[in-house]
């Protein structure tokens, strides 16, 4: 597969529709009575309305748009943690995905014993993790927590271990959802540079962001989505100047 830019796709979503319901009343008597009427009680709407988006091997793509307009959705879909209800998915090469904050963390386990639990899910050996750990909690800075069971970090501190794990995954695309925004300006900043640098190596980058300034800095393309749908996919300056 080669995309318009002449680059091997790594991502290819194709009319893909995901919808949500919206329960109101769900007491058992109205559930009988409309069981009886077969009527559905959900309102169901849909999140994503026949959405297409490729992504070629090395591309920096934002995902742009208002409060609920499928960004993380979208986002998820291509990460494999929800599946669409209709239309297609297709990724090509390892992701490491930082979508929601503690996500793929077992809360009663201590910071270490996630970092392997984390390190496997994303696709590394025991060998491997146990040879880049040191590195791992050094780019956390939790170093006086690694021992303590998760459950008791702040979600700055999710953060930092979940990063720190993923970018050292050697990730070939790298989905970022909001979270960065629950790390401090230091940290933020450190984040910001290593994704420059897995930029510059010529990874796949998808980012969901409100902040403006920030992807256009990062990406070279964006994605606007209103109401489930893509309007624009265009350079990121033009797509930027949409939601300002
Ligand atoms: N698991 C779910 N169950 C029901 N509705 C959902 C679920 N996940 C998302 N939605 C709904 O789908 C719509 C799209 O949500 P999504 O989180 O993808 O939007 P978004 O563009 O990322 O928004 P934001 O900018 O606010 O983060 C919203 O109306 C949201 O309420």
């Known amino acids: 597969m080669t995309g318009p830019n002449g680059r091997a796709d790594t991502i290819r979503v194709e009319g893909v529709s995901k919808q949500f319901h919206l329960r109101h009343d769900r007491s058992l008597k109205n559930l009988v009575v409309s069981a009886f009427r077969g009527k559905d009680l959900g309102n169901s709407f849909a999140a994503l309305d026949d959405v297409a988006l490729t992504v070629g091997e090395g591309e920096t793509v934002a ?51 996630n970092v392997y639990l984390n390190g496997a899910i994303l696709g590394m050996d025991e060998a491997t993790i146990t040879r880049r750990f040191d590195e791992i909690v050094a780019f956390s800075e939790i170093e006086r927590f690694i021992d303590t069971e998760v459950k008791f970090y702040s979600s700055g501190m999710f953060l930092r271990l979940a990063f720190a794990v993923a970018v050292h995954t050697d990730p070939e695309i790298f989905l970022i959802d909001e979270i960065l925004a629950v790390g401090d300006a230091p940290f933020q900043q450190k984040c910001l540079a290593r994704i420059r640098e897995l930029r510059a190596e010529g990874r796949t980058l998808v980012i969901v962001s409100h902040d403006l300034d920030m992807v256009e800095k990062l990406c070279d393309r964006g994605v606007v989505l209103e109401r489930g749908r893509v309007v624009a996919d265009e350079d990121i300056s033009s797509a930027v100047a949409r939601l300002r």
Request: aromatic letters at 2%; charged letters at 20%; proline letters at 4%.
């Open 63 to 113: 995902l742009l748009g208002l409060n609920g307009s499928g960004k993380s959705t979208l986002l998820k879909l291509i990460s494999g943690v929800m599946t669409p209800d209709a239309g297609s998915v297709r990724v090509r090469g390892r992701i490491a995905g930082l979508i929601e904050v503690g996500a793929g963390f077992h809360p009663d386990l201590t910071g270490r014993e």
